[in-house]
């Protein structure tokens, strides 16, 4: 009980916060509304937990084992990511009014996680943190995506009824522009500490050497 608590804490605090997963579903609630948001939103909150649970039981290791497969997995979702904020911050409000663009699936949101930066350090880190070495290992893995589970409806719930209720007040093309735009920039800032790991294992480790 006391693990599970710890956990669901640590879930809590990482899943609420600002972060790839929670500006695109706000975006989406903007631009879409809650109900046609659904899908993306369920293909995050199931998931990721299911992406905890892979890591946790044998996909770190592989990824210990070829580190540059990881990096290269890193470069691919960067890449992603700033082409999903160019995207977002070009949209027209017209022609997303009129059906021409469409919300996230459940199935892209849910592998969306495995090109996702934050995803990734909130996977491995739970996973380092909260198992032990007395410990029956495949239960506390399963306890630690229980607990991601449980919180990852509200969390992100949240940041997609903050977006739908955004839809309503800015009803002026210009606004919302000015939000797709605003919600592009934090989408990308979102991702530099994963690029300056990148950056750092390519460049800094080559460096020190030599």
């Known amino acids: 009980m006391d693990l599970f608590l710890a956990v669901l804490f640590f879930a809590f605090s ?7 997963n929670n500006v695109m ?30 890591v946790g039981l044998g996909f770190g290791v592989v990824f210990e084992r070829y580190p540059n497969l990881h990096q290269l997995i890193k470069v691919l979702g960067i890449t992603y990511l700033i082409w999903l904020a160019w995207h977002i911050a070009v ?7 009129q059906g021409k663009s469409k919300p996230f699936s459940f199935i892209q949101a849910a592998l969306f996680q495995w090109v996702n930066g934050k995803a990734w350090v909130m996977a491995s880190g739970a996973v ?4 032990s070495v007395g410990g029956i290992y495949w239960i506390e893995v ?4 229980a607990a991601f589970l449980l919180v990852a409806f509200p969390c992100v719930g949240l ?19 000015i939000f797709n735009i605003t919600m592009a920039i934090i989408l ?3 991702i530099v500490p994963v690029l300056m790991e990148v950056w750092q294992f390519y460049f800094m480790a080559g460096g020190d050497s030599q």
């Open 14 to 20: 990482t899943t609420i916060t600002p972060g790839p």
């Open 25 to 54: 579903i706000m975006s989406s609630g903007m631009n879409y509304g809650i109900r046609a948001s659904l899908p993306h939103l369920a293909g995050i909150c199931l998931g990721f937990p299911l992406m905890v649970l892979l």
């Open 91 to 97: 949209a027209e409000p017209k022609s997303i009014a």
């Open 128 to 131: 380092a943190a909260f198992t």
């Open 142 to 145: 399963s306890v630690i995506s």
């Open 159 to 177: 940041w997609l009824v903050c977006g739908s209720a955004l839809r309503k007040i800015l009803t002026q093309p210009l606004f919302q522009r």
């Open 188 to 190: 990308v800032l979102s």
